[in-house]
């Protein structure tokens, strides 16, 4: 393996990650402040990607798409927190998993109902298509670096968010002890609101950023879901340095594994047997990363006891 | 001698007789479960519409059909066909689009004796030691279309081919039918994980391969990723594929990027007969859109059991079982027959993805394997 392909492979792990966190940050936002188990994140993905499908193919502008998919995420995210969510704070974790999961087949759903059955059309636009040479001679494609940096961008404003602001101030205290500042007369309850749609916003971004180069279909959110709760746990619930730290761990663990392991197994097996050990090995990578960090560290990377 | 060949000869024209009268009379209950939500839901309803816009077409009001959704989870297909053979009480089943589900129902729904047609699914397991006397593949065997891409690499010349599927079943079929026909040597060879969505990694690969095509097998939302993904990363390598990733419900969503690629099929609605064209026309007046590979494939599913129920009563199964053997409809795809194995033999093509107008779709650059069978069918006995 030459060290351009290596280094390509790399960035491919970095961008994976970067997308990966735009999906955890708001999962373990919601997870560590709430303490609510959302699996209808995926869903709010896809909402996110068809969004921005719809709106890319009426006005043919990616900004605008971009942020109708923000802006449908986000408000998708507040009604079902003022309409569902709201009455699951207080039940049993597993209640909250039931309602959540009702809620992923009502989304899957509806949107085949609206947008039909076939997957949508959404293009990179034509300013950032096609390859760039980097340093080395690396071609790689423009519209992934622009994702890795969108990505390490919005993890800084988050950064500053939680560290810097009042809502932020507010954030931090509602993770650690929530009656109490409800007690100093905060409004909890619009805070909740508030953090589920900031979540809701950033998953539904990462779905357009995602939505085109990938496909945009139904049901679209539920693998990166499981992806993004490896990534928490990993990281620590509740820790955005965690989700962070977590997130580029997995991407490049998953995208290294699945090019480096069956040249491996090469070394000393048959070409096709290697590939498919190699592979299937690579399937595994990342739940075994997760394993071994939950042998050393409980609670994640950045997890509070 | 002469005269036990005279009596089984009356004997047959007596029972075919009563057959026949029998066949005008009895009801034929259809069970199709399909899958018609979640992710590959296109597929699904493609097969649906076609096999309901024949029986539509044929007006025969002794065809009743009853349709499940499955959810593309074998455990609910499961349960969909022991629900239809214990209360429903069908005589043929159909309608599964995944070779898992397909391996999950139809060895049980065929040894309770049901027919069971299938409208796309095509596991190697079903044509070779597994087939069974009640067992009808319309479509293909899983192989085919990746033989079909082999042959035409040979006649594009292709010696250096880098060659990637999902790591399941059908993917491995689909690399073994592939280096069943090509000739030349491979420049890699991965299997990529199933329902994966980002293909960076294997692209660069390709890149640094020096392979000079590629072939892939990427069915449904994960080929439009690959597809979109390769255009966007300067790889300019000759792409080919079988057409279950440049289908009419799924190219409209690649766009741009899927233009000028070169993919197998054994139809196409721009495949000269009567048949196809009345399909193609009637199909865009009854759901407005383009039909695809799948809805063609129901249809055509549709066609010969109302082929066979013009000959023979359900209630014979020998006899309705040698009427549907007979393969005596118009099929969309010109010539077809069943082979031993009750699986098609037919002819695949060469397709190029176009636009016309604002639609992108396909049309036909040539043949690629004539009056092709499977190579399982050795294995079958009855």
Redesign the interface.
Same mark, same amino acid.
């Given at each position: 393996m030459t060290t351009i392909l290596l280094i390509e492979q790399v960035l491919n792990g970095l961008q994976f990650g970067v997308m990966l966190f735009l999906m955890a940050a708001g999962l373990t936002l919601i997870f560590g402040v709430m303490g609510l188990i959302n699996l209808a994140h995926g869903s709010l993905y896809m909402i996110g990607a068809f969004a921005a499908a719809a709106v890319a193919g009426a006005t043919g502008s990616f900004v605008l798409a971009l942020i109708a998919s923000l802006v449908a995420a986000a408000a998708a995210g507040a009604i079902v927190e003022l309409v569902v969510i709201r009455r699951l704070y207080d039940r049993d974790h597993l209640d909250q998993v039931l309602a959540t999961f009702a809620l992923i087949l009502i989304f899957s759903e509806g949107t085949r109902w609206l947008f039909g059955s076939f997957p949508l059309f959404l293009d990179i636009p034509p300013a950032l298509s096609g390859p760039v040479t980097l340093p080395g001679g690396i071609e790689y494609p423009l519209y992934r670096l622009v994702i890795i940096g969108v990505g390490l961008l919005i993890a800084l404003g988050l950064f500053q968010l939680i560290a810097r602001t009042r809502i932020g101030i507010r954030i931090r205290a509602g993770e650690s002890d929530r009656e109490m500042i409800a007690a100093l007369g905060v409004d909890i309850s619009k805070l909740y609101t508030l953090v589920f749609a900031l979540g809701a916003g950033l998953a539904g971004l990462a779905g357009a950023l995602v939505g085109a180069i990938q496909s945009v279909q139904v049901g679209m959110g539920e693998p990166v879901l499981i992806l993004a709760f490896v990534v928490i746990v990993i990281g620590g619930i509740g820790s955005i340095r965690g989700a962070l730290v977590g997130a580029l761990l997995v991407g490049l663990t998953d995208t290294l594994g699945g090019v480096l392991l069956p040249g491996v197994f090469a070394t000393f097996m048959e070409p096709a047997a290697a590939t498919a050990v190699g592979s299937s090995l690579a399937s595994m990578s990342i739940y075994i990363l997760m394993a071994a960090v939950l042998l050393f560290k409980p609670t994640g990377l950045y997890g509070s006891a | 001698m002469k005269l036990k060949s005279l009596i089984l000869a009356a004997g047959l024209a007596v029972f075919g007789t009563a057959g026949f009268a029998d066949g005008h009379a009895a009801k034929v209950k259809v069970g199709m479960i399909t899958t018609l939500? =979640? =992710?590959g839901?296109?597929l699904g +309803?493609d097969v649906r519409d076609g096999f309901m816009l024949a029986t539509k077409m044929a007006g025969n009001d002794n065809l009743e059909v009853v349709i499940e959704d499955d959810q593309r989870k074998p455990e609910i297909a499961v349960q969909l066909a022991d629900k239809m053979i214990q209360s429903e009480k069908v005589d043929v089943m159909t309608g599964i689009i995944w070779s898992n589900l397909a391996m999950a129902v139809v060895p049980a729904a065929t040894a309770q004796g049901k027919f069971y047609l299938s409208p796309n699914a095509g596991p190697s397991a079903l044509a070779g030691k597994g087939c069974h006397p009640l067992y009808f593949n319309v479509a293909w065997q899983n192989d085919n279309l990746h033989e079909a891409a082999g042959a035409y690499a040979n006649d594009a010349g292709y010696a250096n081919s880098f060659i990637l599927a999902p790591?399941y079943p059908a993917g491995q079929d689909a690399l073994t039918g592939y280096k069943r026909m090509y000739e030349g040597e491979l420049a890699g060879? +991965?299997? /990529? #994980?199933l329902?994966q /969505?980002?293909y $960076? $990694?294997e692209i660069? *690969?390709i890149?640094?391969s020096g392979a000079d095509s590629v072939f892939f097998f990427l069915p449904?939302?994960?080929g +439009?990723?690959f597809l #979109? *993904?390769y255009a966007?990363?300067?790889v300019d390598l000759p792409v080919i594929g079988p057409a279950f990733s440049f289908d009419q419900?799924?190219l *409209?969503?690649? =766009?741009?990027?899927a233009l000028g690629v070169k993919n197998t099929s054994q139809w196409n609605k721009d495949i000269d007969n009567e048949a196809n064209k009345t399909f193609v026309e009637a199909f865009q007046a009854e759901y407005g859109r383009l039909p695809s590979l799948y809805a063609s494939q129901g249809y055509d599913t549709a066609n010969l059991l109302l082929s066979a129920m013009d000959k023979a009563s359900v209630t014979d199964p020998d006899a309705f079982r040698a009427a549907l053997a007979e393969a005596d409809f118009a099929s969309v795809r010109g010539n077809f027959r069943f082979g031993s194995n009750q699986h098609p033999i037919q002819d695949f093509y060469v397709r190029e993805v176009i636009k016309e107008g604002d639609v992108f779709t396909n049309k036909i650059i040539g043949a690629s394997l004539t009056d092709h069978g499977d190579a399982y069918a050795a294995e079958c006995s009855y």
């Open positions: - | 939500s =979640g =992710g839901a296109g +309803i790591n060879e +991965i299997y /990529t #994980k329902g /969505t980002d $960076a $990694a660069a *690969q890149r640094a449904g939302g994960m +439009i990723s #979109k *993904q966007g990363s300067g419900g799924i *409209q969503a690649v =766009g741009e990027a």
